[in-house]
């Protein structure tokens, strides 16, 4: 599989979120997303099963609250690139 | 927990066909259709699992596994001249169905066409086939299409599902009119909330699950449920159901 880079990860949020392109950042919060919502969370695990093959739970969802979280998540499955 | 109930004989001679035979819903199909006589063609995309289905239908007048994923249409015609290898077909149960639980705006068509493709134009196909002349039983035949409470109400992040499933309840009604020159009746199936593998795929937290039960007067359902409506519904006896969609819900949508 090939590896993503983080700035493709903040596109990848940005459109699963329908957040405006570059309002999201490394540092950025769930709650300071609005489409980070339980609608936005099953876009979000969608994208990282389509693309990445990594399937989440409702409860492993819940648990990712920020970008960091999800840059984490794709690192331990080996699909970041540094 | 409601008692099984077994009415020998109603399919004795009656070669029924089954999809999504490998779990849930298409599976207790199976089994009740079993208990009654009939002689089964069950198909599912795994092997183990319909072997598994296949182990508890006792009663069976025959029991053969197709192993097929009905998402590639173009297989379909194929899976069922084989089955009709085995006996011309009476009955056909599409009970294939895939969920989608995500917004509007992940729905890409893609993922929509995914959907519309097991649950609607698998049906589509099988039925084709099954209607087939050289098919169908000669003395008529009837089908079966699992829809949903989804059918008739609505909930968030399952607008594929919705359409899909609403497209099913158009088909049978649509099939059923211009099938019944030939004898075939064809009616459909809406369920509430079943706990199936494929519910149990959906995503949801036991909060969810709790506010659906607490949404069905009658608690959520079992797959025997679906299965005893289900053998009325493709019952032989049934000579003038047709056309027809049964709301199997706990009362779900009366609300």
Known sequence: ?82 | MTQATFQPGRFAGRHVIVSGASSGIGRAIAVQLAREGAQLALIGRNRDALEATKANCQGAAGVELFVADLADIGAIPDCVAAIKERGRVYGLCHSAGVSLTLPLAATKPDRFHAVMNVNVLAGMELARAFTRRDTLAEDGGCMLWLASAYAHVAAPGQIAYCISKSATVGAARAMALELAPRRVRVNSLSPGMVRTPMTEAASLTAEQWAQIGAQHPLGIGAPEDVAYAAAFLLDPRNTWLTGADLRLDGGFTLQ
């Open chain 1, 1 to 82: 599989m090939a590896k993503t880079t983080p700035s493709d990860v903040l596109k990848m949020l940005a459109d699963a979120f329908e957040a405006p392109p570059g309002s999201i950042g490394p540092d950025t919060q769930r709650d300071e997303i609005a489409g980070w919502d339980s609608m936005g969370a099953l876009a979000l695990m969608a994208e990282l099963d389509e693309r990445f093959g990594i399937t989440l739970t409702a409860d492993e969802s819940k648990k990712l609250r920020s970008v960091a979280d999800v840059l984490a998540l794709l690192k331990r499955n080996d699909a970041l690139a540094e």
